[in-house]
């Protein structure tokens, strides 16, 4: 942590983004892979991926200290527990082990726990990582006769990455593996097994200050209960600098499939406008049949920024089709964030015209007022997030179903979904404690379309701690 004063207020507004995160999930009909610490997790599947995330660390993963953390959010009345510890162990010059244990229970039931490791070696030209990561989860759910059931998910992930950086030329591989056991429902329970490789290359070779070569290829394979899927995007591309212009042009090809990449950007003093068009492609599992579809997403995007000491402000307006959507559609983002002295917000808004997606729009905004007292170690700060949701009436959502969003010949009674967070807590240099109010002024959660669940929690203690040898 810092005693910026902008710095604290920065991170209370990171610790406000989990609603919208989750929210960015689901708003497309192509579920992509997560990338976290290194680690890939697997979005063929639909599995909701939040308690996957590893908790935030709040020091340098490359210090020349033994740095550990010691984080959780309580709720005893509820006997609820999300409890994390983290260490950076520094082991020799240029050798750093991080160490990361979670785990998370409800009325003394654990549900949750993960361990990770992950092992940095770093030189002037060159940095090779290796770490392990498991997962298990079991999370009670309710099944449509409203019976409970444990949606359940084991995963084993593994990463092996190595850089290199001379004078023109950058190379970068990295390989991940994942192997997950699940246990989900689609009218029964449905058990299966799925193993995941990942290999991203990337290379760039500089001809002069200006002008340079770029290659890029990224490679994926899944097999599970005998289906299998795979593709291998490769994009070459010639990139092209001059004072504050940046151009990129190059072909991407995949399979039989060959399209134009184009990204420029251009600045103005603290303006900027930018134009991006690319192809992307993801594996997506079919439930009614468990087979792997490959699925091509076209992205088209204009933008306009602003950036300054205190505000940075981004508007893009969007064209985005995919092989597994009937038509093409718009869509509107407006993403800006201020801080200044006491004072920070982060505003995201999101909008499309297309009748095929769960979610219409969305709003996020999360804002922090931190007082500064003189002559004082510590600083206390009030905080708040207010998302919203709007609900496309021809789908439900139900977290007890394979899809967890799927459309159907009727309209749901829930047009737009909200929530209002509330936190104040107290900041020193390496210690933070915080009391959060979640879903105020609401005494349930949507569960699902026709489903909601009490708001059970009065409040939650968050404390952070951070110790330095």
Do not use: C
């Not at 042009?249 to 039989?256: D, E, I, S, W, Y």
């Amino acid at each position: 942590m810092s005693d910026s004063n902008d710095e604290l207020i920065r991170l209370n507004l990171e610790s406000h983004n989990k609603t919208s995160y989750l929210f960015n999930q689901v708003n497309t009909m192509i579920y992509s892979d997560l990338d976290t610490y290194g680690f890939m997790i697997n979005g063929t599947y639909k599995y909701p991926v939040y308690n996957i995330i590893p908790k935030k660390v709040f020091f340098n993963l490359n210090d020349t200290l033994t740095v550990s953390q010691i984080s959780f959010i309580q709720d005893h009345n509820k006997y609820f527990y999300d409890t994390n510890v983290a260490m950076s162990s520094y082991l020799r010059k240029n050798i750093n082990l991080l160490t990361l244990v979670e785990s998370k229970s409800i009325q003394k039931e654990n549900y949750t726990k993960k361990v990770l490791i992950s092992l940095n070696k770093s030189n002037e030209y060159s940095n090779i990582e290796t770490g392990y990561m498991y997962h298990y989860e079991s999370i009670p759910t309710y099944n449509p006769e409203d019976l409970m059931y444990n949606r359940s998910l084991e995963s084993f992930n593994g990463k092996l990455s190595y850089h290199y950086i001379g004078s023109n030329l950058k190379i970068a591989n990295r390989m991940n593996f994942e192997t997950a056991n699940n246990n989900r429902y689609n009218d029964k329970e449905v058990t299966f097994q799925s193993n995941t490789n990942w290999n991203n290359f990337d290379m760039e070779y500089s001809i002069n200050e200006n002008l340079m070569l770029n290659f890029k290829s990224t490679y994926k394979y899944v097999t599970s209960n005998n289906q299998s899927g795979n593709f291998n995007k490769l994009q070459l591309s010639t990139k092209y600098l001059l004072g504050k212009h940046f151009i990129s042009v190059g072909a991407t090809q995949f399979k039989n499939k060959e399209s134009i990449y184009v990204d420029y950007k251009v600045g103005l003093g603290a303006y900027g406008f930018f134009f991006k068009a690319d192809k992307n492609v993801f594996l997506n599992i079919a439930s009614d049949s468990l087979h792997i579809n490959t699925i091509y997403n076209n992205d088209k995007r204009l933008g306009f920024f602003y950036e300054n000491e205190f505000i940075d402000l981004e508007f893009v307006v969007g064209n985005n089709s995919s092989n597994i959507i009937d038509e093409s559609y718009e869509y509107y983002l407006i993403k800006s964030k201020l801080v200044y002295h006491m004072f920070g917000a982060n505003l995201k808004y999101m909008k499309n015209n297309s009748d095929e997606l769960f979610i219409n729009y969305s709003t996020n905004l999360n804002a922090t007022f931190s007082p500064v007292f003189k002559d004082k170690r510590y600083r206390i700060y009030f905080g708040a997030g207010i998302t919203k949701l709007g609900l496309n009436p021809w789908f439900s959502f139900n977290q007890n179903n394979f899809d967890l969003i799927h459309s159907f010949n009727g309209e749901f009674s829930v047009p737009s979904v909200s929530t209002i967070d509330g936190e104040f807590g107290i900041m020193f240099k390496y210690f933070k404690i915080a009391f959060i109010k979640e879903n105020i002024y609401k005494d349930a959660y949507q569960y699902s379309s026709n489903i909601t669940v009490s708001n059970s929690s009065n409040y939650l203690v968050n404390i952070v701690w951070i110790f330095k040898d």
